[in-house]
């Protein structure tokens, strides 16, 4: 099964309008924590929010919020305001306790959202 | 800038080739990680040191791929008598130690011909 389920492939969004981007996961560790990162065309990883399983409220991140919901097993990622500077490629991330001391991620296949001005 | 740093940003090579890459990951993190990430995948774990021990490496890291980490410092990623399948971005990222976020450097773009 898949750890880091994104259901979707590409998305167009119109500038200055939110988006919330799906992430679902599937871990039996009780402790874990999720990352979304965004890469632009350059390829470079950039870290934009994290949520750790025990956290009691979602993240926040100037624009950035994740939307967590433990009992779906869902970590969506929503962009307020998007700008055109959003257009890239998202991935969303899991890092589990239970690897032994190895904090590898697991990642998901990614979303790449456009903006249309 | 005191990112992570990878060298060199693109390789072009032909099949059978070695190839070595470097990267230098945030100062004073102990954590460093190795993923490939090919057209259309999210990154995959490679390897990952703390310090200078090699504590992990993924089955995707067949014997003629090797690492190192000889001074806890900057790592190099070696693949030996390349193949097209190498082709891939090959992307590195440090910690500063546990329970802390891995920041990724530019990657370096692998081509075999």
Not at chain 1, 28 to 48: A, N, T, V
Request: proline share 4%.
């Amino acid at each position: 099964a898949q750890k880091i389920t994104q259901t979707q492939p590409g998305m167009f969004v119109q500038e200055k309008e939110a988006v919330t981007l799906d992430c679902t996961y599937d871990t039996s560790d009780p402790s874990y924590g999720l990352f979304w990162y965004k890469q632009p065309s350059s390829g470079e990883m950039i870290f934009l929010i994290y949520q750790g399983s025990y956290d009691q409220q979602n993240a926040t991140e100037g624009r950035y919020s994740l939307n967590f919901q433990k009992a779906r097993k869902s970590a969506n990622l929503v962009i307020s305001a998007s700008q055109l500077g959003d257009s890239a490629m998202y991935f969303c991330a899991m890092r589990e306790r239970a690897n032994f001391g190895n904090e590898k991620l697991t990642f998901g296949t990614g979303t790449r959202l456009t903006i249309i001005p | 800038d005191t990112g992570v740093s990878q060298d060199p940003r693109h390789k072009i090579t032909k099949r059978g080739q070695n190839v070595t890459f470097r990267c230098d990951p945030i100062s004073e993190h102990n954590r460093l990680y190795w993923y490939r990430q090919t057209l259309g995948q999210g990154p995959e774990f490679l390897t990952y040191f703390q310090n200078e021990a090699q504590l992990e490496k993924s089955r995707l890291l067949s014997d003629r791929f090797s690492a190192e980490r000889p001074k806890g410092s900057f790592s190099t990623l070696e693949i030996q008598r390349t193949e097209q399948g190498d082709s891939a971005m090959y992307l590195c990222a440090s910690s500063l130690g546990l329970e802390e976020t891995q920041y990724f450097g530019p990657g370096t773009r692998l081509l075999v011909l």
